[in-house]
């Protein structure tokens, strides 16, 4: 795995690029967007991105690097936890984001997972209360479902189940069976329940009696 890490604080990139480079990956530093959309388009799996530079964006970079290289994955590692920037992360194409403030060996497995195709996203960016009473951290997490899990959420949210999920959007039993075990993982919770009470929570599905079901 090639990993580029783009950070303006270069002894924190060093020393996780050495723990990197240990567990076998190819780490490059880079302390800045423009430096780091080079070498992404030279070739790499993962691109770490930071969102805070001296004179430049990160957001905008990290907007850049998935024009210039679509199949590289942004995982936005940040000391900022304020909404606006966590939002903006994740609209410019990140599908990974996690603090500074997680330990080494979870930030490497973090990083890896979405090397591997999945999305991760920091619980502890989930604490900070937003306006309609629901978290920012779990508000965002949602922009990672497909249009299709979307679809599920909502049969979720009005109870149905697997059997009338499959029926109702014309899959098969097994897809409609993933399909809601990717909701699950991707909005951290562990049952339809919770899936269902997270979606009203935040805004996502309206409860059903607003939708006049």
């Excluded at 530093?29 to 070498?39: D, F, K, M």
């Excluded at 970079?61 to 994955?73: E, Q, S, Y």
């Excluded at 920037?85 to 997680?102: E, F, H, L």
Aim: glycine content about 8%.
């Amino acid at each position: 795995m090639r990993v580029i890490l783009c950070d303006p604080h270069l002894v924190f990139a060093e020393a996780l690029a050495a723990m990197l480079r240990k567990r076998g990956c190819d780490a490059e530093v880079t302390t800045s967007p423009a430096s780091a959309l080079r070498a992404a388009a030279a070739g790499a799996d993962v691109c770490v991105m930071d969102i805070s530079f001296p004179g430049e964006d990160g957001v905008e970079g990290t907007r850049r690097i998935l024009a210039a290289a679509p199949d590289v994955k942004i995982f936005v590692l940040t000391a900022r936890t304020d909404p606006d920037a966590v939002r903006a992360a994740i609209d410019a194409g990140a599908t990974g984001i996690a603090s500074k403030q997680r330990g080494v060996r979870e930030l490497i497995e973090a990083i890896e997972r979405v090397a591997d195709g999945e999305t991760y996203c920091d619980p502890t960016l989930s604490e900070e209360p937003s306006e309609n009473g629901g978290r920012y951290g779990e508000r965002f997490l949602a922009d990672f479902l497909t249009s299709r899990e979307r679809q599920v959420l909502e049969y979720l949210v009005e109870g149905a189940n697997t059997r009338r999920i499959a029926r109702s959007m014309g899959i098969t039993f097994a897809t409609a069976r993933t399909h809601v075990q990717a909701v699950l993982t991707k909005l951290g919770v562990h049952s339809r329940l919770e899936a269902a009470a997270f979606a009203v929570r935040n805004g996502i599905v309206p409860p059903r009696r607003e939708r006049g079901a």
